[in-house]
């Protein structure tokens, strides 16, 4: 769902940005700036039709480093380095596109165009996060890589959200005209108009601006909504990119508003279900225990936890049980909470049994060092206190913050983007969520139940949207175009199950693993949070990453170019995770990610902490073997609709 970079967010990523973000502004250079096109008059002169040059008001101020870039008559001139991130100098601009000539419909779009002499001849557009609604900042990695870089808010401004830990891209009142009735052509330009269109135009002016004939190639990167508009994309509009990278994407939006509901939903059942943060931490350290040495090597990262040897029924300690001893007797379990986590844990399943929806993974459910992002699972579905009522539509206090994260989120857009913003809509009684054992009487197999009624409706509003049907990529591939997608195995926001379904799938149609792996590769990454952040190795060149080397190997952008231009496969990308995920501290691990369904091996000599001592082997097929944490997920399960 959510978040570009994290989600973006992630979120999505508000609070891992807050902690480290500051406040400028740049304002346009006289006219003697080292960029000479970078005036008013000369980037008005390379607009196409369609597109307007003018100041939008929905720059975001997030980052990092968070700068909102001020233009004037649409136009900014941004020094080199001027943002301390050492990108080059470069010319900002800003305006509208028209995406419906028949209505007049408009999107907001910034791109920032290096000089003629750091322009690489390519083009590349930048996914939005969350619902979008703001225009996120230029990726100075791509930047620095001399790529003209486009970028919209999917044709929505946002409005301002009144919770402190996300940012404006969880509004969605723009969907919606009035109660009752939906914003078609604002669902439109979200769901996949916007981004087609300004992209086209994008090109259009970007060949004007430089005076070139020919973009060699064509680049999209995004992660969360990116990814999501990156996979809409090569659905829709395959011609539109000759390679994508797709991250954490929100492509399954249902998926994400159910999984997310019932995570919250579960722990409403009854008063004393819900989970505080101790009790996170606490299952997190067990669940840790138990599954670290899956891999052959008890190093503190779980890489595959479907195959988790973990049942909370038989492994968290209950409240009451003397055997557990006077520690575990500090941070027991209710039956209710115990329930309550084998729900947010097993797959969301129709009337007639069949999976729906995957669950949640149980890696890292909890960052224990540092409270974590809000992406992990403890941050997106906590209660910060206990609910008042039950009975209540909200069942907690409305002051900011105190509601579960993942609530905020979905219950809002659950309301807009499905139920069309209709009064008196309650997003616990309404989808007809409801839980039950797999076999009545014995106490493990809690799961939840959602209506096949529900599922038709949500498929029904949301289709345009999204992308998860495998069938839908087949041209894209046919056509030798190339994707790289990714999603941290400890994402708390989307679940990285569903991804895997659909890489799985998508082999499936497509020759086996090896056979897509030729146009399409998938990177699992272990204790990474939603796009980036988390306690495992989270950096690889993915947008907003901490920066690193730009090899084909740490850099995944690098390695999506050599694979497009020359045919070169990527075998493998090496992660990276700083102290404090600061490039100003300590590198405290690097780690192979291999290309699904491969698993990084250790040679069983040397710091574990040291790539050089992993392995990933073509021939690996771990990750497509099953384990009983999975099953009851639902990650093996066929996709259904």
């Known amino acids: 769902m959510n978040w570009d970079y994290f989600s973006a967010a992630r979120g999505h990523l508000a609070a891992a940005f807050a902690a480290t973000c500051g406040m400028l502004a740049f304002v346009s250079a006289p006219a003697a700036a080292a960029i ?46 001027a943002r301390g991130d050492g990108a080059p100098e470069y010319c900002y601009v800003t305006g509208t596109v028209v995406t419906n000539p028949k209505s007049g419909r408009t999107a907001n779009f910034a791109a920032a165009l290096p000089s003629k002499q750091s322009f690489n001849g390519k083009f590349m557009f930048q996914g939005c996060g969350g ?5 996120f900042p230029p990726n100075p990695a791509a930047l620095r890589k001399g ?66 004939d020919k973009l060699k190639y064509s680049y999209f990167e995004g992660c969360s909504d990116g990814g999501r508009e990156g996979m809409v994309s090569l659905s829709r509009y395959p011609q539109d990119f000759d390679g994508i990278i797709a991250g954490a994407p929100y492509f399954d939006i249902a998926n994400e508003l159910v999984t997310t509901i019932v995570g919250v939903q579960a722990q ?51 409240c009451g049980d003397a055997s557990a001893g006077d520690a575990a007797q500090a941070q027991c379990f209710t039956p209710l909470q115990i329930d309550s986590l084998s729900i947010i844990f097993s797959a969301i399943k129709n009337e007639s049994g069949s999976v729906v929806y995957p669950g949640f993974s149980v890696s890292n459910l909890h960052n224990t060092e540092n409270d974590g992002p809000a992406d992990l699972l403890a941050g997106w579905l906590v209660f910060h206190g206990a609910p008042n009522s039950l009975q209540d539509v909200e069942p907690w206090s409305l002051a900011p913050g105190t509601q579960p994260l993942g609530w905020y989120w979905s219950k809002q857009t659950l309301t807009n983007f499905v139920y069309d913003g209709a009064n008196g809509f309650n997003a616990q009684r309404n989808p007809g969520i409801t839980f039950q054992r797999e076999k009545p009487g014995q106490s493990e197999g809690m799961h939840a139940i959602i209506p096949q009624k529900t599922v038709a409706l949500l498929n029904q509003k949301v289709k345009d949207g999204s992308a998860a049907t495998p069938a839908e990529a087949a041209r894209f591939l046919q056509e030798g175009r190339k994707l790289l997608m990714y999603h941290g195995y400890s994402d708390g926001d989307i679940t990285p199950y569903r991804t895997v379904q659909y890489y799985r799938e998508l082999a499936r149609q ?69 102290e404090g995920d600061s490039a100003k501290k300590p590198v405290l691990r690097t780690m192979p990610l291999c290309p699904y369904p491969a698993m990084a091996k250790y040679s069983g000599r040397g710091d574990v902490n040291d790539a050089a001592n992993w392995s990933c082997s073509s021939s690996d097929r771990r990750l497509d073997e099953t384990g009983a944490v999975g099953n009851r997920a639902g990650v093996y399960a066929p996709i259904s609709n």
Request: hydrophobic share 35%; with cysteine.
């Open 147 to 212: 790529y003209p870089l486009w970028s919209t808010d999917d044709g929505h401004v946002a409005k301002h959200s009144p919770d402190p830990r996300l940012w404006n891209v969880a509004d969605t009142s723009w969907a919606i005209r009035a109660p009752g009735q939906r914003d078609e052509e604002a669902m439109t330009d979200f769901y996949h108009r916007a981004v087609h269109t300004v992209s086209e135009v994008g090109r259009k002016f970007t060949l004007q601006f430089y005076r070139t």
């Open 36 to 81: 000479p096109e970078c005036t008013p008059a000369a980037v008005a002169a390379a607009a196409p039709a369609g597109m307007t040059i003018g100041d939008v008001p929905n720059l975001s101020t997030l980052g990092p480093p968070a700068l909102p870039i001020k233009t004037v008559n649409g136009v900014a001139y941004v020094p080199a380095n």
């Open 268 to 318: 409403l059942r009854s008063p004393g279900a819900d989970i505080s943060p101790q009790l996170f931490k606490a299952a997190d350290r067990i669940v840790t225990a138990r599954c670290d040495a899956a891999d052959g090597v008890k190093d503190g990262l779980i890489q595959d936890p479907a195959r988790c040897n973990f049942d909370p029924q038989r492994d968290l300690p209950r």
């Open 131 to 135: 619902n979008c609604g703001e225009i």
């Open 510 to 578: 497509h020759g086996g693993a090896d056979e897509l792996k030729k146009n399409a590769q998938l990177y699992m990454v272990p204790g990474m949070a939603h796009c980036f952040g988390g306690p495992g190795p989270n950096s690889f060149g993915q947008n907003w990453s901490v920066p690193g080397k730009t090899d084909t190997q740490h850099d995944i952008v690098t390695a999506l170019e050599q694979w497009v231009e020359q045919g070169r496969q990527p075998v493998q990308l090496i992660a990276t995770k700083h």
